[in-house]
């Protein structure tokens, strides 16, 4: 009767287990249950999450993990909204100066002994990037300008000005009007053997519309600029086409045209360019009239280096079917001209222009300026710089000749003026340039007082 001891084990390790089987069913379901509990709380949560996300608001009763999915969405919605309007503003430039002159003449240097005058002149610009062909680029540019004062008048003289910001509309003095100014759209074309935009060295550029003419002529890095630079109308472009008046342009310096350049960048610091422009001349350029007998200029331009430093060369002549002499009537007057700036030292520009009539009934048919711009690097002030220049404006032969039934006075030889100025920069926007002009034996008179003009002109600009 061995197996009747085991037997008995048996029955006793089973009468044991049966409680335990028990308890484990029981600790089972409590922790299905706990799961199914859990279960249930993370899908109530999920739906309020799925909610919470559907809305476009931020809740202050919103989880904190919508809140900051939210704000990421946002963030992420504002940069590729800016983005956006960066990609629509790409190649869109705008520029805006106010400028402000104040000047008084010395005495006998005036119709009206003494005189003290104010002016402004505002200036806004816009390019916008248009009509793209292939690899050809398209640009439109608009220019509206505004101003009240027209700035001193002196006795007869070459020069048309002191200040040549002076500028206001036909409407008066009491009216601020504004004008277009410029409007003319330009085409460049890429030249490039290989085919590739990226690696043309030679462009031509086509511009057409209501241009100012020394944008494009006569251009000179340290005098064109009357709002920045020197302010007698002979030093801020070529004294036979402006002061002298074989521009021809309307009565505010602009006129419709064409511009067709080519431009050479193969050696770098070597570029050259060959431009020529056709402008409505006398009622043309005031649309007035037709635009027979234009006025036509080519020129020739060339950049140089001379110990590594940057200078430009040009060469240009014109011919204006439409212009006035001195006696009131009209011809056809011809010239050429020179204009040239140099940088001589990294703080020193050298500036020269020559103009010469070539036949015609002027009041001057030579005109020689020359002068120098210095940066202040050398006193600490690198954005400050001090301008000088000297101007000789050559008497003409007929003039010598009719001047006294003309101007009631005899003239010969040359007028001559000098211009300082130094340009103060304040700040980013702000720049102070106190200036004085000394011109003797104005309009040729020999007998003339010399003028003295002192002034103090304000530009805010960006």
Request: glycine letters at 10%.
């Amino acid at each position: 009767m061995r197996f009747l001891p085991t037997l008995l084990a048996a029955s006793v390790a089973a009468a044991f287990a049966l409680p335990a089987a028990a308890n484990d069913t029981a600790a089972l379901r409590a922790e299905l249950q706990r799961l199914a509990e859990r279960i249930e709380a993370l899908e109530k949560h999920n739906k309020e999450l799925e909610q919470s996300l559907a809305a476009e608001r931020i809740s202050e009763q919103e989880p904190e993990v919508v809140t900051r999915l939210k704000a990421v969405e946002f963030q992420t919605l504002s940069m590729q909204k800016q983005a956006r309007q960066i990609e629509a503003l790409d190649g869109v430039t705008v520029g805006a100066s106010l400028v402000g002159v104040a000047q008084k003449v010395s005495r006998g240097g005036t119709p009206s002994d003494p005189e003290t005058r104010a002016n402004y002149r505002g200036d806004v610009s816009v390019t916008l990037p248009v009509g793209s062909m292939g690899d050809s680029d398209g640009k439109l540019f608009t220019h509206v300008r505004f101003g009240q004062g027209t700035g001193v008048a002196l006795r007869p003289t070459y020069t048309s000005t002191p200040n040549t910001v002076g500028f206001e509309t036909n409407a008066g003095p009491d009216d601020s009007f504004a004008i277009l100014a410029q409007a003319w759209y330009q085409l460049s074309v890429p030249l490039s053997g290989d085919g590739l935009k990226a690696n043309a060295r030679e462009h031509l550029h086509f511009t057409v519309g209501k241009i100012d003419p020394f944008v494009f002529f006569d251009q000179n890095v340290a005098a064109d600029d009357e709002s920045a630079k020197f302010l007698n109308n002979v030093f801020v472009h070529n004294p036979l086409l402006d002061s002298g008046g074989d521009i021809g342009a309307d009565a505010y310096g602009f006129a419709p045209g064409a511009i067709v350049r080519y431009e050479n960048s193969a050696e770098k610091g070597s570029e050259w360019a060959v431009s020529l422009g056709a402008f409505g001349s006398g009622p043309g350029a005031n649309f007035s009239g037709n635009l027979a007998d234009p006025f036509v200029i080519a020129q020739v331009e060339k950049a140089a280096r001379i110990n590594f430093l940057p200078g430009s060369y040009r060469l240009y002549g014109w011919t204006n079917g439409r212009a006035e002499g001195y006696d009131g009537m009209t011809r056809r007057h011809s010239g050429v001209g020179v204009s040239v700036d140099q940088k001589v030292t990294d703080d020193l520009t050298l500036f020269a222009r020559y103009g010469h009539h070539t036949a015609d009934k002027v009041a001057f048919d030579r005109a020689l300026t020359v002068g120098a711009e210095l940066e202040g690097t050398p006193w600490g002030r690198a954005a400050d710089s001090l301008g000088l220049a000297f101007g000789s404006l050559r008497t003409s032969d007929d003039y010598r000749v009719d001047s006294l039934a003309v101007a009631g006075y005899e003239a010969a030889g040359s007028e001559q003026s000098v211009e300082l100025y130094y340009r103060y920069k304040l700040n980013d926007a702000v720049e102070l340039t106190p200036d004085f002009q000394w011109i003797r034996r104005a309009g040729g008179d020999g007998d003339a007082a010399a003028v003295k003009v002192v002034g103090l002109r304000a530009k805010l600009g960006f």
